[in-house]
């Protein structure tokens, strides 16, 4: 996973048939040589690669960045404590979820009690 795969070998000239042959052709190029005002472009076809992985065209290797040098600075322990962690916020979400939940609950429980008060029947 994550690799880069090149077609290898000699590269081979395009065919008559090819596309991208018969425009070059049609805007004047003639086969054999370069492309260009004065002929100094290249002469055989960009090899194609296929890439296989998210990182950014010419990304060879993971870069691995310099882990901070843990310091005995009380502040920059208490920095770190003050950050929510992903557990926390989900936790925090959840229970956010289920005060509204009770909070909803409540209310339904005042309004039967509201009514069972004044129609004792409809309830």
Known sequence: MGEVLCSSGSSIAIDSSNIGFQLLKKHGW???TGLGISEQGRLEPVQACVKNN????????KRKTPKPSHTPDSKAQNDQEEKPTKK?????K???KMQQR???????EFERAFFREF???NV
Not at 54 to 61: I, Q
Not at 102 to 108: A, D, T
């Open 88 to 92: 926390t916020k989900a936790l925090s």
């Open 94 to 96: 959840r229970m956010r």
């Open 102 to 108: 009770e909070k909803h609950l409540q209310e339904k």
């Open 30 to 32: 003639k086969e054999g």
């Open 119 to 121: 129609w004792p029947d």
């Open 54 to 61: 998210k990182r950014g065209l010419g990304a060879e290797k």
